[in-house]
């Protein structure tokens, strides 16, 4: 039997990696101009963290979690979500005490045992900001901003910003109540999922993807009109920001999120070009995280943003992967006494910063030329024998195929200027 990627994992190579590039740069450029840090968590945490800090009613804990007890008995997740690493991380180092407002990046893999299906993995990658530190709306604004950005630097078109508050935790609580009186008088016609969270989780009802509980939904009370004027005045200036700064959004009120921490602001960038997998990433404010996890009263808002579905979302949009444009040299060495001399300019060509690939089976000349071809550089240099005897190359465009002889040790000033220009 041949070994094969475990279930839910995938390889990522070839034109698809350049994308992944292509994204993941995007993303730290954006997250600098905001003057976002990077910051870094475990890929395994204590089960107890995502228990407490995600919920133990919500489908995250209770069925996907990738959990086991090490040798020394303690229980271990693989982290499904990286907001409760980050705030024990900053609950634990005091980082707050030392800089009371913190803005910081991260980017990494999750894991959650799920279905697999396209835009859905069991290991899937995120990147994600967290404001933490200020409660005020420009706060929220900021984070769906850069967010924002993100995607449109990437050249994503066919995207949408979903916007809808949850309000304080007092609006959420009262509207709760109400929310589980509706749904069980309408228990009976709900899917067995949502007869399951009516009690648990009654906000995850109202996003539920079962046609069965479309008609229940769209008749259920809306949050928004349990609002106090603390929440409606927050989401009021949020909505405010993001008109000022020319970003379009729509209302949702259906949209909750799907964790115990959020309260007030959340959103979503969703997409119809994905099928079922409808949401690229989004996030919320999560004020009652930091107390839900020990840490006092700390407010904070984030976002993540699931690197597969941009990539995915891309290809879908641009008919396939962009390759890479002509870019580096090949070096050709033709016969056996210019191998090593060859090898010695590619080193000394590295050093100087240009991308060179050179021959190491030893291939005749005909198939050297065939692989530069396929390697799609912008020079090739050939070195034989009568340009060792005068240390000289012969420099061939591969783009317009003329050649000219140069002398060797000019090779890295013209492939720098070139390389440059």
Not at 8 to 15: Q, S
Not at 139 to 159: M, N, P, Q, W
Not at 186 to 201: H, P
Not at 233 to 244: I, M, P, S, T
């Amino acid at each position: 039997m041949s070994l094969q990627a475990i279930r839910g994992t995938r390889d990522i190579f070839g034109p698809e990696m350049l994308a992944w590039h292509r994204v993941e740069e995007i993303f730290r450029d954006v997250t600098r101009t905001f003057s976002y840090e990077e910051f870094r968590t475990p890929i395994i945490e204590s089960t107890e963290l995502f228990k407490r800090g995600v919920g133990e009613e919500t489908d995250i804990v209770g069925k996907e979690m990738y959990t086991f007890d090490d040798r020394g008995g303690d229980s271990i997740t693989l982290r499904p979500e990286m907001t409760a690493p980050i705030v024990r991380a900053m609950i634990e180092h005091s980082i707050l005490h030392h800089h009371p407002l913190t803005r910081l990046w991260y980017a990494g893999p999750q894991f959650r045992y799920e279905r697999p299906q396209k835009g859905r993995y069991r290991q899937f990658h995120q990147f994600g900001a967290e404001c933490i530190g200020s409660a005020h709306p420009e706060s929220d604004a900021e984070i769906i901003l850069l967010a924002h950005e993100v995607l449109c630097r990437t050249g994503l078109k066919s995207f949408t910003l979903e916007l809808n508050s949850l309000g304080t935790a007092s609006v959420r609580q009262t509207y709760r109540q109400a929310l589980i009186e509706y749904l069980t008088r309408n228990k009976d016609g709900l899917s067995d999922d949502s007869q399951r969270r009516i009690t648990k989780n009654p906000l995850r009802v109202l996003d539920s993807k079962d046609r069965k509980d479309k008609d229940i939904i769209a008749a259920a009370p809306l949050l928004s009109s349990f609002y106090d004027d603390t929440s409606a005045a927050h989401f009021a200036a949020v909505r405010a920001l993001l008109d000022v700064a020319g970003v379009p959004y729509v209302i949702n009120p259906l949209l909750v999120r799907g964790l115990d921490y959020y309260n007030q602001t959340v959103f979503e960038f969703t997409t119809t070009a994905l099928g079922t997998q409808n949401a690229i990433g989004g996030g919320g404010r999560y004020d009652p995280l930091f107390a839900m996890l020990g840490g006092g009263d700390v407010p904070a808002v984030g976002f993540s943003i699931g690197i597969e579905r941009v990539v995915l979302l891309l290809e879908a949009e641009q008919g396939g992967w962009q390759e890479e444009s002509s870019r580096g040299v090949y070096l050709c060495a033709i016969g056996d006494e210019a191998i090593l001399p060859v090898q010695t300019i590619a080193y000394r060509l590295r050093r100087a910063g240009l991308h060179v690939v050179t021959d190491l089976q030893r291939r005749s000349m005909k198939a050297q030329m065939k692989e530069a071809n396929k390697q799609r550089v912008k020079w090739t240099v050939m070195i034989g024998e009568n340009e060792l005897a005068n240390s000289t190359a012969v420099l061939k465009s591969m783009e317009t195929g003329e050649q000219q002889t140069v002398a060797q040790l000019d090779l890295e000033t013209i492939l720098m200027d070139t390389h440059t220009a």
